[in-house]
């Protein structure tokens, strides 16, 4: 079994160390031995610790996929572009294909699952999701008779780490980056983690797969954590919560039949639930369904070592199909649920309101609230004078209508400023 590996960076370079030190494991796991035949880079003179002769490395990718020997592509280049093209060259030439690249999978699955169809070859991406934790495989296999209705997840370890030290030691935003970089744990342009685009990439893989429809990154809802404050940190620790980026794909079945919503945003979750406890660049998937309940997957969601132990299980199945001529099953999307816009999500909110310390204040804010219906759970004042906040939890509410409520809410003469608003998950 000949395998091509494009891209020798944090990932590939371990999937490559890895193939190499367990050739003779890998071996007899899939019943016939693993060449690595070629590795496509992009500086072929650069240090690398890995024993491999030089003649393995080539600055050709798309020669690479074009040879006839080749079994196996491993695309751990990232990004669209050349990627898509190589991948679709690969499976057209007959190979089979493993890849850990959210970004293309969500912003053009539909074209590599149906050059894998008409291949009849297996396009495997347990990488791209949550890094080492089993998610996707589950949710392809194991639930596949089960009727899924929420998934929610913290799927990115950088945003997970940089709130974890904001948490926990106070630390600033751009020391702990730098941290998570030089760790392995950010995307190459870090932007694609913190402003969330990597977490709605997966959300939008997780909720095609839990709701067999096809959902892209343009149908998600994506805030990242540029904007959270340390005051939002505490504000949340006050009410016996933690910040954290989460993505929520929910399966919403209403009158008119069912539709999906998808959503990455940072939250507030009381401090007992589960995903308060995710700590570092560790991830956890929350899965709900009909039958099975409440499912919980946790592990290390990036680095190179945890990710190519999700590579590498892909790589022994894909093999294994090809020694038998078959493939696994590809994309499901034949429910086909409409994707709903934001504001018709519902969740409940908190929001931080800088107020003039004086009478009639707070009926005038709970007229706002009650003008669109949304109904306050708590309400507290902090500070006196110039420095009042009135700190308000509402019930859960549609998107549209809180969005109302706070434009009103900064059209009051006796409101400063709505200096928060932030949406709490997994409250009772
Ligand atoms: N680092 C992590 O924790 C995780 C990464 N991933 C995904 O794995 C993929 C790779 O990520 P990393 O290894 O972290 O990135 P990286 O930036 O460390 O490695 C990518 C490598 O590909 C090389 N490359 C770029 N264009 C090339 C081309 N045309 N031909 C040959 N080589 C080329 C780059 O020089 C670089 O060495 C991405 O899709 C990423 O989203 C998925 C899960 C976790
Ligand atoms: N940059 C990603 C890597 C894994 O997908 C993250 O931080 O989670
Ligand atoms: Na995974």
């Not at 894998?116 to 194991?142: C, Q």
């Not at 009135?390 to 509410?397: D, K, N, Q, R, Y």
Request: proline share 3%.
């Amino acid at each position: 079994m000949r395998v091509a590996l494009l891209g020798c960076g944090v990932v590939g370079s371990e999937v490559a160390r890895l193939l190499t030190r367990d050739a003779s494991e890998l071996a007899r796991r899939v019943g016939a031995p693993l060449e690595l035949a070629g590795i496509a880079v992009r500086r072929p003179g650069r240090e690398r610790d890995l024993d491999l002769p030089a003649e393995l490395f080539t600055t050709d990718a798309h020669a690479l996929v074009a040879r006839e020997d080749i079994d196996l592509v491993i695309e751990v280049i990232g990004g669209i572009e050349p990627a898509r093209e190589l991948i679709v060259t690969a499976l057209e030439n007959g190979a089979s294909v493993v890849t850990a690249n959210k970004a293309l999978l969500a912003e053009d699955g539909g074209e590599l699952f149906a050059a894998a169809a008409k291949a009849e070859r297996d396009l495997a991406f347990e990488a791209a999701v949550a890094g080492a934790i089993p998610i996707v495989r589950p949710l392809v296999e194991s639930l596949a008779g089960d009727t899924v209705h929420r998934v929610l997840g913290i799927v990115n370890g950088t945003t997970n780490f940089i709130l974890d030290a904001m948490t926990t030691h106070g630390s600033g935003f751009e020391e702990v980056l730098e941290e998570a970089q030089r760790l392995g744990y950010a995307e190459a342009d870090p932007t694609a983690d913190i402003e969330g685009f990597d977490a709605a990439s997966k959300a939008a893989i997780l909720a095609s797969l839990a709701f067999h429809s096809r959902v892209t990154i343009g149908d998600v809802h994506r805030e990242g954590i540029v904007e959270v404050t340390a005051a939002d940190v505490r504000s949340a620790a006050e009410m016996g919560c933690v910040v954290k980026l989460l993505a929520i794909c929910e399966r919403i079945d209403g009158p008119d039949g069912a539709a999906v919503s998808a959503r990455v945003h940072p939250a507030m979750i009381p401090l007992d639930h589960p995903l308060a406890s995710v700590r570092g660049a560790f991830n956890a998937v929350f899965v709900e369904s009909e039958s099975a309940g409440q499912l919980m997957f946790y592990g290390p969601g990036a680095g190179g070592a945890p990710t190519a132990s999700a590579v590498l299980g892909d790589v022994v199945s894909v093999a294994r199909n090809r020694l038998k001529g078959v493939w696994g099953p590809g994309e499901s999307t034949h429910a086909q649920l409409e994707v709903l816009e934001i504001g018709r999500a519902t969740t409940r909110y908190h929001v931080q309101i800088d107020v003039d310390d004086r009478a009639g204040v707070l009926a005038a804010v709970a007229a706002a609230f009650a003008e669109y219906d949304v109904s306050i759970k708590t309400v507290r004042q902090e500070g006196h004078g110039s420095d009042a906040q009135l700190v308000i939890v509402t019930h859960e509410a549609a998107d549209a209508d809180l969005a109302a409520v706070v434009a009103g809410l900064r059209d009051l003469d006796m409101v400063r400023d709505v200096s928060s608003v932030m949406r709490v998950e997994g409250m009772l």
